[in-house]
């Protein structure tokens, strides 16, 4: 690794480890298709409560960022890069499941990690 790619790395790492806000109408679990060879995102509905965390609607019960979760998401999209994703979520679908800038920057982000590993193989892990 340069000192370049090492320095970059570390602010995206201390970034990543900031405080942010939920979006109300919902998140993303990001994925990568190879035999299709499709960025994927499922869309969740949430709720967030007077703590600030994200709530299933259905059961009430708080959603842990990490660990597994077995929810049924309500859409699928798909692309097949990173600018066909972002369209199609932010611009074609109404009404907008994404209602916050830095959530809407965060996807574009994602997507054209997720396209970078598409096209080289490399293994996607969604920040």
Not at 42 to 63: M, Q, S
Not at 73 to 93: D, H, M, P, S, W
């Amino acid at each position: 690794m340069t000192l370049l790619t090492t320095n970059l790395t570390a602010i995206d790492n201390e970034l990543s480890n900031r405080d942010i806000a939920l979006d109300p109408q919902g998140y993303f679990i990001i994925y990568v298709d190879r035999a299709d060879g499709l960025i994927c995102a499922k869309h969740y509905t949430n709720i967030i409560d007077d703590r600030g965390l994200a709530v299933d609607p259905e059961t009430g019960k708080v959603i842990p960022a990490k660990g597994k979760v077995t929810r049924t998401n309500t859409t699928l999209y798909v692309g097949r890069t990173a600018k066909e994703l972002c369209v199609k979520i932010l611009e074609q679908t109404e009404p907008s499941p994404v209602s916050m800038l830095d959530h809407a920057a965060y996807l574009g982000r994602e997507f054209v990690r997720a396209e970078i590993a598409l096209l080289s193989g490399a293994e996607y892990i969604q920040d």
